[in-house]
C-alpha cells in the first residue's frame, strides 16, 4: 500500500514532460488489457493475441499423442518455433508426456510442504499460478527461478521450525 500511495504521491509531481510520456507511452502499455477491455469489451493484448494465435497451433495426431522428441533445432531456435510452454511440451513430450509433468510438478509443491504448516490454499494457490505462467513459457519443472523460490520458502519454514 505505501508502495502505492509513493508512486501517485510522485505522478502528481513529476514535470509535464515526464507526465507526458508516462500517459502516452508507459501506462497505455503497462495497462493495455485494460484499455482494450475499455474499448473492445475484451480483455486482449497484442502479446496474448500474438501467443494464442501464433504460438499454438494444431498438430499431427502422432505428435500429439507422442511429441516429436525435439525441444530445439539445429540451429538453436525453439523447435516448431514456438516458445509457449504447453506447446513446446506437447511438441516434445506429446499430451501424456504434459499430463506427466503436471503431476509430477503438483507432487513435488505437495511433498515440499507437506511437512510444514503451508496453508492448503497456498498450495493450490502456487499450483495454479505455475499452471497459468506455463501458458507463455516453459515454466513446470524447468525454470530456475521457480526453484530457488521453493527453495526460500521451504528454508524459511525450516528455520522457524528450529526456533520452536
Do not use: C
Amino acid at each position: 500500500m505505501l508502495l502505492v500511495f509513493i508512486l501517485i504521491i510522485t505522478y502528481v509531481f513529476i514535470s509535464g514532460n515526464l507526465k507526458q510520456i508516462l500517459d502516452e507511452t508507459f501506462l497505455p502499455w503497462l495497462f493495455e488489457f485494460y484499455y482494450s477491455y475499455k474499448e473492445t469489451g475484451e480483455f486482449a493484448t497484442a502479446s496474448s493475441d500474438h501467443l494464442i494465435n501464433q504460438m499454438y497451433y494444431s498438430l499431427p495426431n502422432e505428435t500429439l499423442l507422442f511429441g516429436d522428441g525435439k525441444y530445439s533445432n539445429s540451429d538453436g531456435s525453439y523447435y516448431g518455433h514456438t516458445d509457449a510452454g504447453y506447446m513446446r511440451n506437447v511438441l516434445f513430450y506429446g499430451v501424456g508426456g504434459v499430463i506427466f509433468l503436471i503431476i509430477f510438478q503438483m507432487k513435488l509443491i505437495h511433498n515440499l510442504f507437506k511437512n510444514q504448516n503451508s496453508p492448503k490454499l497456498f498450495l493450490i494457490v502456487v499450483f495454479l499460478t505455475l499452471l497459468v505462467l506455463h501458458i507463455k513459457g516453459d515454466v513446470l519443472m524447468h525454470t530456475p527461478l521457480v526453484s530457488v523460490m521453493f527453495g526460500a520458502i521451504v528454508l524459511g519454514d525450516f528455520k522457524k521450525l528450529k526456533e520452536l
